[in-house]
């Protein structure tokens, strides 16, 4: 089971290195922007309005960090980067 802990040291050992790549930021920039505007202009109960500005803030935060722990966790890079996985920068 994942936790929060375990999502952190994930986080650290990968340095949050780039797994979102140049495509994939802008989607999730365009995307995050877009649910901000629908949560706070269009009329929803509160909890859906929650659920919407949760969504819009993880699309801009790893947008514009260019980081996903999600992606991060499934092995997911769309940055570009030619390394093979499990090699090091050494």
Known sequence: ???????????????????VGGVDMVVRLVAG????VVALAVPMGPVWQTVVLVLATIGLVTGAIRF???????????????????????
């Open 1 to 19: 089971m994942l936790t929060i802990r375990c999502l952190v040291q994930m986080m650290l050992e990968e340095k949050m290195k780039c797994n």
């Open 33 to 36: 922007a877009i649910l901000l």
């Open 68 to 90: 996903c722990p999600l992606n991060a966790l499934l092995g997911i890079n769309s940055c570009g980067d030619k390394q093979a996985p499990g090699q090091s920068d050494a």
